[in-house]
């Protein structure tokens, strides 16, 4: 009886223990529902990661491409201001002849994309209330008052370009203003068409036809200032990015917004992509999503070398001598800088020698010195573009990388023109000098009452080749040298070899006698000589200790 109660007791215990492998499947269901969690979890926050990474992504390539829109608004002035001054430079030359100023301002006036103005108008400053003196075109929007005649004035009392928004009923226009000479009696005026409701559409298949904008006059975002916007209503819809862009004496105020995802359809829909399938391809999400970053890089990258491209043009805002030419040079301790330009050629007809003093920072100053071959209209708007290119890149890449992209300025390629430059990158607190030369003359060093040409490796003028390389040569000043740079018409005289000149430069320049201002003139009364017979350009700089 014991043996059976015992047996019983064993079977009841085994009756109400699991069965084998019940533990197991218990286990089984845990760590699906483990795997699903850790998925959820997972693919909740590659969702998120990605979403944010596509807005990020989104939010620079617009701020990216609003720089490109800026900078193609800035190459938009030299078109505008050339023919203006050229204009107020004729009428000053030639005291208003209307038949001159028609000849010379008629092939830029018309209603097609390749005339800037709709009106162009001469107006003399002393008899303003009778109106202009000469009209090309359309009559001008703008007519005698107290407010016109105040624009005017202003326009006539500084170097650069004027503008003023004429943007009431029943004409909307844009004014455009440039005086000749300073004092000179004239000043051109010119006037754009805006579109009827100040509305306009962007060609499908345009470099900007994935965004939307609206252009304002000024800094402000009024109704009353908007010059041009491609959607009917403002505001603009979705995201948008704000960039100022300075536009003759006034600025532009820019707004602009993507039509569609700027990092292309796969970003934007890879956030759901994620959200569905992201429990049962974590790995594949992964992998999407460090493709997602590559592409970023990529498109950053691409992005990036279009900013350069088109950034190296910002500064395009003036085309003849007198306005490209800097209005005072900077003021550098322990240093002293001079420059002149004189012309050569007797009127108004325009060249292509040019200087700059560039502050790189506080420790480094780049020196140039250029010449485009040729005279006119043509070689002063390559002149400009090439200076203004230099003017932004020297910020952001020394000369031998610059230099080879202003081969394809458009201007220097349309005129088939050739420039010679010799940039000097200066190191002042240790006197060290990096030469790159792309086709110029080697500037002079002097010190101690020697002379010395700093021979360096001249690469082909800019125009010459369309991928050209240039490589820099280092150079070291002694205390109180002077280094001057110039143009072949200081030295160059008809019937003489160029060393003559050179030599006759080198035996001047060592008389250190006074300022560098007053070393730069006698140079210039010296070596230059009575009649002649091209442009000249001096520039230079005096280590003080």
Same mark, same amino acid.
């Given at each position: 009886?014991?043996?059976?109660?015992?047996?019983?007791?064993?079977?009841?215990?085994?009756?109400?223990?699991?069965?084998?492998?019940?533990?197991?499947?218990?286990?089984?269901?845990? %760590?699906? *529902?483990?795997?699903?969690?850790? #998925?959820?979890? $997972?693919? @909740? +926050? !590659?969702?998120? &990661?990605?979403?944010?990474?596509?807005?990020?992504?989104?939010?620079?390539?617009?701020?990216?491409?609003?720089?490109?829109?800026?900078?193609?608004?800035?190459?938009?002035?030299?078109?505008?201001?050339?023919?203006?001054?050229?204009?107020?430079?004729?009428?000053?030359?030639?005291?208003?002849?209307?038949?001159?100023?028609?000849?010379?301002?008629?092939?830029?006036?018309?209603?097609?994309?390749?005339?800037?103005?709709?009106?162009?108008?001469? %107006?003399? *400053?002393?008899?303003?209330?009778? #109106?202009?003196? $000469?009209? @090309? +075109? !359309?009559?001008? &929007?703008?007519?005698?008052?107290?407010?016109?005649?105040?624009?005017?004035?202003?326009?006539?009392?500084?170097?650069?370009?004027?503008?003023?928004?004429?943007?009431?009923?029943?004409?909307?226009?844009?004014?455009?203003?440039?005086?000749?000479?300073?004092?000179?009696?004239?000043?051109?005026?010119?006037?754009?068409?805006?579109?009827?409701?100040?509305?306009?559409?962007?060609?499908?298949?345009?470099?900007?036809?994935?965004?939307?904008?609206?252009?304002? *006059?000024?800094?402000?975002?009024?109704?009353?200032?908007?010059?041009?916007?491609?959607?009917?209503?403002?505001?603009?819809?979705?995201?948008?990015?704000?960039?100022?862009?300075?536009?003759?004496?006034?600025?532009?105020?820019?707004?602009?917004?993507?039509?569609?995802?700027?990092?292309?359809?796969?970003?934007?829909?890879?956030?759901?992509?994620?959200?569905?399938?992201?429990?049962?391809?974590?790995?594949?999400?992964?992998?999407?999503?460090?493709?997602?970053?590559?592409?970023?890089?990529?498109?950053?990258?691409?992005?990036?070398?279009?900013?350069? *491209?088109?950034?190296?043009?910002?500064?395009?805002?003036?085309?003849?001598?007198?306005?490209?030419?800097?209005?005072?040079?900077?003021?550098?301790?322990?240093?002293?800088?001079?420059?002149?330009?004189?012309?050569?050629?007797?009127?108004?007809?325009?060249?292509?020698?040019?200087?700059?003093?560039?502050?790189?920072?506080?420790?480094?100053?780049?020196?140039?010195?250029?010449?485009?071959?040729?005279?006119?209209?043509?070689?002063?708007?390559?002149?400009?573009?090439?200076?203004?290119?230099?003017?932004?890149?020297?910020?952001?890449?020394?000369?031998?990388?610059?230099?080879?992209?202003?081969?394809?300025?458009?201007?220097?390629?349309?005129?088939?023109?050739?420039?010679?430059?010799?940039?000097?990158?200066?190191?002042?607190?240790?006197?060290?000098?990096?030469?790159?030369?792309?086709?110029?003359?080697?500037?002079?060093?002097?010190?101690?009452?020697?002379?010395?040409?700093?021979?360096?490796?001249?690469?082909?003028?800019?125009?010459?080749?369309?991928?050209?390389?240039?490589?820099?040569?280092?150079?070291?000043?002694?205390?109180?040298?002077?280094?001057?740079?110039?143009?072949?018409?200081?030295?160059?005289?008809?019937?003489?070899?160029?060393?003559?000149?050179?030599?006759?430069?080198?035996?001047?320049?060592?008389?250190?006698?006074?300022?560098?201002?007053?070393?730069?003139?006698?140079?210039?009364?010296?070596?230059?000589?009575?009649?002649?017979?091209?442009?000249?350009?001096?520039?230079?700089?005096?280590?003080?200790?």
């Amino acid at each position: 009886m014991a043996a059976h109660s015992n047996d019983a007791e064993q079977r009841e215990d085994e009756g109400n223990s699991p069965p084998p492998g019940h533990l197991s499947r218990r286990w089984l269901y845990r %760590w699906p *529902l483990l795997v699903a969690l850790v #998925g959820v979890l $997972a693919t @909740v +926050g !590659l969702t998120l &990661a990605a979403a944010a990474l596509n807005s990020s992504n989104e939010h620079r390539l617009l701020s990216l491409r609003a720089k490109e829109v800026a900078a193609a608004l800035a190459s938009a002035l030299p078109p505008i201001q050339t023919p203006l001054a050229s204009a107020a430079a004729l009428a000053d030359a030639t005291d208003g002849s209307r038949a001159r100023f028609q000849r010379l301002i008629s092939p830029y006036v018309g209603h097609t994309a390749r005339t800037p103005f709709v009106s162009v108008s001469l %107006w003399r *400053l002393d008899r303003l209330d009778r #109106g202009p003196t $000469a009209v @090309v +075109g !359309l009559p001008p &929007a703008l007519v005698p008052s107290p407010t016109a005649a105040r624009f005017l004035r202003q326009a006539a009392s500084r170097s650069g370009l004027s503008v003023i928004g004429l943007l009431g009923d029943p004409l909307h226009r844009i004014g455009y203003a440039f005086s000749g000479a300073a004092g000179g009696p004239f000043v051109a005026y010119g006037e754009g068409a805006l579109p009827r409701r100040r509305y306009t559409t962007i060609p499908p298949g345009s470099a900007y036809s994935d965004l939307d904008f609206a252009l304002y *006059l000024g800094r402000s975002t009024s109704p009353s200032d908007l010059l041009l916007r491609t959607v009917r209503k403002l505001p603009l819809p979705g995201r948008t990015a704000r960039v100022r862009v300075p536009f003759g004496d006034q600025e532009l105020t820019v707004l602009v917004s993507p039509r569609r995802a700027l990092g292309g359809s796969l970003p934007q829909s890879l956030p759901w992509a994620i959200g569905i399938v992201g429990a049962l391809l974590t790995a594949g999400a992964v992998m999407l999503t460090a493709g997602l970053a590559r592409g970023r890089r990529r498109a950053l990258g691409l992005a990036e070398e279009n900013r350069q *491209l088109y950034a190296e043009q910002r500064d395009i805002s003036q085309t003849l001598q007198h306005a490209l030419l800097p209005e005072a040079l900077p003021q550098l301790a322990g240093v002293e800088l001079g420059a002149r330009y004189e012309a050569g050629v007797k009127g108004i007809d325009i060249g292509g020698d040019w200087y700059d003093l560039i502050p790189i920072d506080d420790e480094r100053l780049l020196l140039v010195v250029g010449d485009v071959s040729g005279r006119g209209l043509r070689a002063a708007t390559a002149m400009a573009a090439l200076r203004f290119a230099i003017h932004y890149a020297a910020r952001e890449q020394p000369p031998e990388l610059f230099l080879p992209k202003l081969a394809s300025v458009p201007e220097l390629r349309a005129g088939g023109q050739l420039a010679t430059v010799m940039c000097a990158l200066i190191h002042l607190p240790t006197r060290g000098i990096t030469l790159t030369n792309a086709g110029h003359l080697p500037p002079l060093l002097v010190v101690d009452g020697r002379g010395e040409f700093l021979r360096a490796d001249v690469g082909v003028p800019l125009g010459v080749d369309a991928h050209p390389r240039y490589r820099p040569s280092t150079f070291s000043a002694p205390e109180g040298a002077t280094l001057l740079g110039f143009t072949d018409g200081l030295v160059e005289r008809r019937g003489e070899v160029i060393d003559e000149g050179l030599e006759r430069l080198r035996r001047a320049a060592v008389d250190g006698r006074g300022s560098l201002e007053e070393l730069i003139g006698r140079v210039l009364a010296d070596v230059r000589g009575g009649d002649p017979g091209d442009d000249t350009v001096v520039a230079g700089i005096r280590w003080l200790s």
